[in-house]
Structures are given as C-alpha cells and as structure tokens.
T-cell receptor
C-alpha cells in the first residue's frame, strides 16, 4: 500500500547542477502537485497537473520544470540549482469525485540542499 | 484570491491543557473545502479533517474538535487535554472551485509544543 512515493529522500547539489525528483502514485489519481516547504512559509505550490500530459504553473514556478508523461508519475526538474532552492519538497496527489471533496495525499518529502 | 492565515506561529502548552489553533481564510468561491493537516517531527503530512462550505456543523473526533464559522471565515482546531504526542506543526488549508486544478492553498502553519 505505497500511496505516494518520492525519490530521492535526501540530496545535496552544488550550485548549477541539475536533478530530477520523481513522484509516483499508485492510487490512479488524476491530479498531482509539487510543493516546497520553507520555514515560516507553509507549503507553496510549484507546479501541478490535472491529468496525464498536462502541467500548469503554481505560485513559485521559476527555476523548475515538470513533466507528466504517465498518469502515475510526476517529475520535478531543476535545470540549474541555486541555493534559494534549498527546501523540503513534497509531492501530492488527489482523486475521486467530486474532486474537492477529497484530501491530498502526500509523499514523505525530499530534503534538498544546494551548496 | 485565496488565502489562509494562521496567525499563531508557535504555541507552547503543558500537557493536559486545552489549546486552540486559529485559522482564517479568504475566498470568493461559494463552494470550497477546508482541511487540517498535522506534520509531526518525522516530517510527513497527516490528513486530519475536511469540511465543506455548506456544512457548518462542528465536528469532534476524540480529543480533537473543529469549529467552522462562515460568518467570520474561520476554521479553528481545538485539542482537549493535550499530550506530548500532539507536538507538531499544524496546517490549515483551503481548496476552492476557482483555484484552478483544485489546488490546495496552505497557511504558514502553527508549531505546537506540548511539554510534559
């Protein structure tokens, strides 16, 4: 009963390096989201997807790209990491009808440090 | 615009005290949902409750209770007889028809310390 799985759980990057965070869900959810969590700021939405092949920008999309090639996977990419991207990243998925009457299920988080 | 405000950054109580976490929201939607999540020190996000905008009945679950008042746009969370295991960050969140992608907007969180 995996739910939402994020890979990796921890990562240290040097400034300018690139990386991809993988989110996988096994609940057949249509909606998927990437958030970042910073101290005192709660969770802020980076990008989201309302279905396979779709993506859209959230509150803080700059410096990130995403792809949803398969329904179960939502990838978050950092092309050129910056220290300001040091954060804890959470992936979430949501499904069911009506969609608003469902809570988001979260992965366990990825702690990323950019030095 | 959608917004969730949790004015209390940190609260510290002694075990067995009651504590209320405040949440005030803003939305132009007439249909929306409110949520509370708990984030214990281990870091995962745990869903606690959802409430839709048409249901103002208060809810109680064990030591937890929630008070939803549309007139004041508030959705407060009370823990009765707090325990050390209640120590966590608590997030209030909002999801509305017009948020696009039914995305959930979070407040900044309230960190609760329960001392033995």
């Amino acid at each position: 009963n995996a739910g939402v799985t994020q890979t990796p759980k921890f990562r240290v990057l040097k400034t300018g390096q690139s990386m991809t965070l993988l989110c996988a869900q096994d609940m057949n959810h249509e909606y998927m989201y990437w958030y970042r969590q910073d101290p005192g700021m709660g969770l802020r939405l980076i990008h989201y997807s309302v279905g396979e092949g779709t993506t859209a920008k959230g509150e803080v999309p700059d410096g990130y790209n995403v792809s949803r090639l398969k329904k179960q996977n939502f990838l978050l990419g950092l092309e050129s990491a910056a220290p300001s991207q040091t954060s804890v990243y959470f992936c979430a998925s949501r499904g069911g009808q009506p969609i608003m009457n469902t809570e988001a299920f979260f992965g366990q988080g990825t702690r990323l440090t950019v030095v | 615009a959608q917004k969730v405000t949790q004015a209390q950054t940190e609260i510290s109580v002694v075990e067995k005290e009651d504590v209320t976490l405040d949440c005030v929201y803003e939305t132009r939607d007439t249909t929306y949902y409110l949520f509370w999540y708990k984030q214990p020190p281990s870091g995962e996000l745990v869903f606690l409750i959802r409430r839709n905008s048409f249901d103002e009945q208060n809810e109680i679950s064990g030591r937890y209770s929630w008070n939803f008042q549309k007139s004041t746009s508030s959705f407060n969370f009370t823990i009765t007889a707090s325990q050390v295991v209640d120590s966590a960050v608590y997030f209030c969140a909002l999801s509305g028809v017009n948020t696009g992608g039914f995305k959930t907007i979070f407040g900044a969180g309230t960190r609760l310390f329960v001392k033995a």
